[in-house]
């Protein structure tokens, strides 16, 4: 249990088909993370999987009868054959009449197809008419008939994301478990996909045959859309680290600093030095030889400089062997556990001897290990290939490395990870009051947090400490990227904290040194596959958690940790006024719905490419789930553009049809507007939508333009 829940957390994937498993098992593996309620099990004859997210209506519906008959919108146009080869020819002329319905469509999203087949139907047959659907670009929409039902188990969801329904119920759903994924359905396979025969195949890819030479058949399944969908998701490497420990190569490094000669030590040796020349001089000119006192000079100059030679040698051997380690440490408040990664910087003085570190037989006060599991990796065998490294394990969760060389006079780096327990509750929690976020904080064993951020997927805030366990943040608050460090003076702490938060959250391009030789590497902040944060969560530093590690025996350690707490959501009391700052309303586009869309808004990194497409950028900001039903009283709407030769129009929908607001031409920078307060209500989904048109008005020139970014703010009263 302990494993796969240490597993889970550090960044695998799971995925539970509940319609297998006892859900009481999985309450005992998964704690608090598994907070499913089962209503009950129902068997569904007529099986249709429906994205969340919604598709367009769909244009066409292709329907299979028991008899193989096929039509389009009631139009029967063929039956098809049992036999594979003279079904291509007749669903040839299905494509054909789907191609005349569909070609006509810009918008691919619109594309989308029902198929509806009976429980007689064989499932190649159904296979191809879906394949048909696919091969003219349309989106499938499956709606199956089962002879023998499929389970569907209803569950009551409580914080986990729907993905996909069946039978208005969830049928699939995920949340995030520390750095890995939970992914549960509830509907049976059969469900999901559709069986067929294909060949079997041999272990080098041909087909397999039988003693007379015939292909031997099996049966195979053929994923239907929801199930491909989820399984691209599933299988997209998400381990991708938001802060890669080389990011704290300078922060750790530069921690371990060698004592500089002090001022007035320096002072003394100079103004002996002009004393000494003054004296010289004099003595020369009174004795008639004051011609010598270029080599004099130069002799007490040259004894000055080896003055100072010998006092900087002896400050740079006054550094102590130092330990320093610098922490990412995310916090799982639902499993009570801690997921830690980072550097580990040290700086042999001369105090650890090769002899000593290099040890073969058993770990010595020198080595690198852990008495509670974890992993250290020693950057320092990417320097020496030739040298034999070793990690041996010594009892459960105890092991060190043997062999690893850490050099008099230079510094040693070694990347870990590690999950650990939590003695005490780690948590943070907010609300909305008419100001704006209103938080309490519990650090359990973590110590006080300083320079507090809240991240969220739509941005940053300063957190300002309130009370003894309390923060708050106003929309004034509100940071640009790559500003994270607040107001004031920045001393050299901070700047190096800086340099790491923009390397997590995005702003200026990182260059960091790996520790292992050759070329820097470059960390170039939101440009990975997946920002950070996924959730909105507390960022603050603390001191370096005990993590169990055993780091060679050092004069003075030096540790910090930089703290990503997931934050929970509490429901303000029915009448209280509230205000979401514009970090709280995270985006996306809906595509399609008002007219063609370019596709420059890349949701995954959450960038904007430069188009010189014109269309419509339909914005639907979404209010927090905890916040609903919100009665909206004030919503003020951002969007930064730069639109040469272009005319930017801001609408809203009223009734169905587009209301302008704002009309500016060739804009760049901000444009600030207040919505109406009758268009700026949330809908169902706690959405408020915004429309953005971008047009030119010589259509034979079209600079690029770009979206830098929008946001909303709205202020309200919490409805019963």
Known sequence: TQ?????LLSGGKLWVMIDEVDPQALASILGETWSLSVVDRVPLSMVRVDPVAGLAKPVATLAVTDDLAIAIDGRRLATLPIDE??????????KKELDQILEPIDDPAARVVLIRITGGVPGDIADDVVNAVRSTSGIDVVERDHEQPVDLVRVLARDFEVTHTAAGWPAALRKPVGKGWLMVTTLGARGWMEERLVAQENMDGSEAKDAKDRTIMMVGQVAHRPMRDLADWFHLDRRVQPLPPQAFDAYASEQIGYAI??????FWVLMLFAGALTVAGFWLAHSGRLEHLGYVGAAIALVATLVLIVIGQANRSSVPTTVAQAQFVQIAPDQQQAISSGLIAVYNSGDLSDSAVSAVSTPSSTTLGGDAGGLILPASWDQDPTRQVRMVWTD????????????????TRATFEQVTPLVKPVRATITFDEQGVVGQLATGDLGPLTNMLLATPAGTMQARAQGEAGFIATPADMQSPGQYAGTGVIDDAQRRRLQVLRTLLGGEPETVDPGVGGAPLSIPGRQRTLPFPEVPSLL???????LGFVVPQAKERIGSALVSIPLSIERPAAGTKVTVPAAFMPYRILRGKYGPTPAIYVEEQRSWNKSSIPGTLPIAFRVPTQLLPLRVERAKFTFS???PGATVEILVDREGSLVSLEKRQSPDGLIELELPVDRA???????????????????GDRPLWQVRGTSLEVKGTIAK
């Open 3 to 7: 494993a796969l829940r240490q597993w």
């Open 261 to 266: 000669v002090g001022r007035g030590t320096v």
């Open 396 to 411: 459960f969760d105890r092991w060190h490395w043997r062999q690893v060389r850490m050099p008099a006079g230079a510094t």
């Open 85 to 94: 080869r003279a079904r291509v020819r007749v669903m040839e002329g299905v």
């Open 540 to 546: 603050g530093w603390a001191d370096a958690m005990a």
């Open 681 to 699: 209500q949330p809908d169902d989904q706690g959405q408020i939508v915004v429309v953005a048109r971008i047009s030119y008005t010589q259509p």
């Open 641 to 643: 553009i730069s639109a």
